[in-house]
């Protein structure tokens, strides 16, 4: 199908808790001399233009990270600091105006010897992100399928480190079809750090993958979720009610971490929103 473009949504609330928890994730893993991998396997474009006329149509940024932009240089939460460090060299004179995706989040997180593996399906999008990664020998692009890349590109060479899984969500299957793929990932790379995005839609939809992820996973299951405001949907996103994130074997207090960011993010970016950090399988459980 492939009708789904990040343009529209880049830089609103989803994205902004999304890249908050994706930035520590990548903190930790760069704070050991040893190198890491990251697959992005739903990579997106790269970089996205918030003048751009999908950006402007839908405004779903002015309700996300334009509200934290102005707080830069005040006091926050370690992720949310990460997050709003890594959009000021694309945002040399103060101006909001490029938001970075993951793999830019990712990449600025590389050194010499760390490898980016990025995938996407949509042609357009894949051009983009071949264009942007060009003369960069530490990132690899492919065009594939991201469950069947998600059970194929596991483990990397490089066997420590973190796969981001953020469909579109476009097939209703893929509810039930994420929770079956990590499973068979896991039992090619327990030791690998899965992190999952999933919208929270008016009819619960997601309960599926969350349900799917609790069962079956031999490693600790954190789950960490930002409701907006209860029983209104984000602006121009009909029928968000919320974003969830699911990350299989997270760093040492990242529960922590995400706890005190999601509060503050909830406070900041919704109006009377809530943030829930909860185990769906705790460790050693
Ligand atoms: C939510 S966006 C990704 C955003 C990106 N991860 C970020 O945070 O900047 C999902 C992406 O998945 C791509 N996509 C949709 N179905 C796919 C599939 N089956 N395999 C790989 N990519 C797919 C879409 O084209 C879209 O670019």
Same mark, same amino acid.
């Given at each position: ?18 890249? /908050? %928890? !994706? ?11 040893? $190198?890491? *991998?990251?697959? &992005? =396997? ?65 990449? /600025? %997180? !590389? ?11 949509? $042609?357009? *999008?894949?051009? &983009? =992100? ?156």
């Amino acid at each position: 199908m492939l009708s789904y473009q990040h343009a529209y949504h880049a830089g609103g609330p989803a994205d902004v808790h999304k890249h /908050a %928890a !994706l930035c520590l994730l990548l903190e930790r893993l760069a704070e050991k001399d040893k $190198p890491f *991998a990251v697959i &992005d =396997l739903y990579a997106g474009h790269g970089v996205y233009d918030l003048g751009s006329t999908e950006a402007q149509k839908t405004q779903e940024f002015s309700s996300g990270i334009a509200r934290l932009w102005p707080l830069r240089n005040k006091a926050a939460p370690a992720a949310v600091k990460k997050l709003l460090a890594a959009l000021a060299p694309p945002n040399p004179d103060g101006t909001l105006k490029s938001y970075p995706g993951s793999p830019a989040l990712a990449r /600025a %997180a !590389l050194r010499e010897s760390d490898r980016l593996i990025l995938n996407e399906l949509h $042609p357009a *999008a894949q051009a &983009d =992100l071949k264009t942007w990664a060009r003369r960069d020998s530490r990132i690899s692009v492919h065009m594939r399928d991201g469950l069947e890349a998600l059970v194929g590109l596991v483990p990397p060479p490089i066997r420590r480190g973190l796969v981001v899984i953020d469909p579109s969500y476009e097939v209703k299957s893929e509810y039930a079809d994420v929770p079956a793929a990590l499973r068979k990932a896991i039992r090619k790379w327990r030791e690998g750090i899965y992190f999952v995005w999933y919208p929270i839609l008016a009819d619960n939809r997601h309960g599926e993958l969350v349900a799917g992820l609790e069962k079956g996973i031999p490693c600790p299951v954190l789950c960490c979720e930002l409701m907006f405001t209860p029983g209104k949907a984000v602006k121009d996103a009909p029928g968000l009610r919320g974003t969830g994130l699911i990350v299989v074997n997270p760093p040492w207090q990242f529960d922590t971490a995400m706890n005190e960011a999601g509060a503050w993010m909830a406070k900041t970016m919704t109006a009377n929103g809530q943030h829930t950090t909860r185990w769906l399988k705790p460790a050693g459980a």
